[in-house]
């Protein structure tokens, strides 16, 4: 009744599925020896939407799963530009006079010829039949680090909030994060524009000290943001383990830049630890 859908790999005999895994399980749990399918001709850019597409079928699919469905479409889009994060201006919201009126998520094909006449964002925008201001705001939380993601989901920080952050790299996030974490602050619309402005001026990622010192700059004198005397849990950790350019106050921030590190590669590190 639903065949599962193919393409063809180049150059070779097989064929890829892109949608139909859990079909095929199933069949050969039933001991069938073939199943169905549907061939399509497509690139990687409408792969990625066919995928997303048929995977977010269910009643319920969150902003991040469709988030995460339209990065892949802009990323394989902009591979098959031959282009990057940086030569396709990947982190900065591109812009246009494209207004089209939402209409689900469907999968719309554009034809070759006016493909160059729209900006990445209008494309994905389009294949997936939806306004590009919505493309715009829901893209930017697929680059949410777990933690970010985390306090998005808990409502510890709004959209708009979550999008201005999602434009700093993983380790600054996971610096903001530590520093939240370590003092209780609560993030405000305000905060997380500067510090987006602070890492789009700056070449380089900004350092722990530099995104400490901003937020104790900016909350210290208000009673309601300074750090709370909350009982922590006590964990020893060899003193030996520190590099020596780490000062004994700057401690507790070290392990939880470490820790925030280790959640976000948890599954790599478990192996390493197991070996």
């Not at 246009?96 to 010829?113: A, Q, R, T, Y």
């Not at 705001?137 to 920080?157: D, S």
Request: proline residues 2%; aromatic residues 8%; hydrophobic residues 30%.
């Amino acid at each position: 009744m639903n065949p599962l859908i193919v393409r063809k790999i180049v150059d070779s005999d097989e064929y890829e599925i892109l949608a139909g895994h859990n079909r095929k399980r199933a069949s050969i749990e039933a001991g069938l020896k073939t199943v169905p399918c549907r061939i399509v001709d497509v690139d990687d850019v409408d792969a990625s939407v066919l995928v997303a597409v048929t995977n977010n079928q269910r009643e319920e699919v969150s902003d991040i799963e469709w988030a995460r469905s339209y990065r892949d479409t802009y990323e394989a889009l902009v591979k098959s530009k031959g282009g990057d994060r940086k030569s396709d201006n990947f982190e900065k919201i591109e812009r246009s006079n494209f207004n089209e009126k939402s209409n689900g998520h469907g999968v719309h094909l554009i034809p070759e010829d006016k493909k160059e006449k729209k900006t990445t964002f209008d494309i994905v925008a389009e294949k997936y039949g939806i306004n590009y201001k919505t493309l715009q705001r829901k893209i930017r939380l697929a680059y949410l680090n777990n933690q970010m993601l985390e306090l998005f989901n808990n409502k510890k920080i709004t959209q708009g909030q979550a999008i201005n952050l999602s434009h700093l790299s993983d380790m600054e996030q996971i610096h903001v994060y530590s520093t939240i974490l370590e003092f209780d602050y609560k993030i405000t619309d305000d905060v997380s524009k500067n510090l987006r402005a602070l890492a789009d001026e700056k070449d380089e990622d900004l350092t722990n000290d530099e995104i400490r010192n901003y937020m104790m700059q900016t909350y210290g004198d208000k009673p309601e943001n300074k750090k709370k005397k909350t009982k922590l849990p006590s964990y020893f950790v060899d003193g030996m383990l520190f590099p020596k350019s780490i000062e004994k106050k700057e401690r507790q921030s070290y392990v939880n830049v470490i820790l925030a590190y280790v959640l976000e590669h948890e599954e790599i590190l478990k192996e390493i630890y197991k070996n």
